[in-house]
């Protein structure tokens, strides 16, 4: 309890799956929690718990991120943490993937944490500290998943590397989390390929699929004041599936 206590943090994606579960865990531990998402109606229902408020935002949006960052600081002083969460994926394979299909998944994978870091840090740097942590994918590290969805978490992992070297110097850490499949809204369709979902099971050496609360408890660390000599770090979180 209490490893947050007074920090703002904005969290993406955060009326749903992974997000939610951050945004529970992180009010939970004492931060003021602004959960942003595009999905007005789970927002509404997130925004329900205690230090929560719910914020739309399309994280494409560099207009939108300039607008959310402000009226964070405007309300609350500051913005000590963030966490770039939301994300979209895909099952298609690369003969189906069109240029628009790879245009979508980099604006809301890639771009979008971009502009995060790029609103965030700006009153981080004026404050002299900060904590972002990406949600990335353990596709970005294996060879596995030759589609924009990989693409789009490698080039925010690479925009994450350079982040960090980057914001160092002015105490602002950025480090990264690269999930496996964890059960959320958004891999649920694989249920409806039993088969490649045995496969993924299978070939885990945990034999498992992970859950949001373990990719949250992650992200805590990295985003509390014990984490305060990491930056540019890396963290996977599958199952053991990319050890093999």
Request: include cysteine; proline fraction near 2%; charge should be negative.
């Amino acid at each position: 309890m209490d490893r947050l206590k007074d920090k703002i943090a904005i969290i993406t994606g955060g009326a749903s799956g992974m997000g939610a579960a951050m945004v529970k865990l992180f009010a939970g531990e004492g931060a003021t929690v602004i959960a942003a998402d595009i999905n007005e109606e789970n927002l509404q229902k997130i925004a329900e718990l205690d230090q929560v408020e719910g914020m739309k935002l399309d994280v494409s949006s560099d207009e939108n991120w300039a607008a959310v960052t402000k009226a964070v600081v405007d309300k609350y002083g500051r913005i000590d943490i963030l966490i770039n969460n939301a994300g979209i994926s895909s099952e298609k394979a690369p003969d189906q993937i069109t240029e628009a299909d790879w245009t979508l998944m980099h604006k809301i994978n890639s771009f979008g944490p971009f502009l995060g870091i790029k609103h965030a840090s700006k009153y981080m740097k004026e404050a002299g500290k900060g904590s972002i942590v990406n949600t990335c994918s353990y596709t970005a590290i294996i060879g596995s998943g030759f589609n924009h969805y990989s693409a789009s978490k490698g080039s925010l992992r690479a925009i994450a590397r350079a982040a960090a070297a980057e914001l160092g110097q002015f105490n602002v850490r950025v480090n990264t989390v690269f999930p496996g499949v964890i059960e959320t809204p958004m891999t649920a369709t694989l249920t409806e390929y039993k088969d490649a979902m045995n496969m993924l099971v299978n070939a885990t050496p945990m034999k498992r699929l992970g859950k949001p609360e373990e990719v949250a408890n992650a992200i805590l660390f990295f985003a509390t004041d014990e984490a305060s000599y990491i930056t540019g770090g890396e963290l996977v979180i599958d199952g053991g599936y990319s050890a093999r």
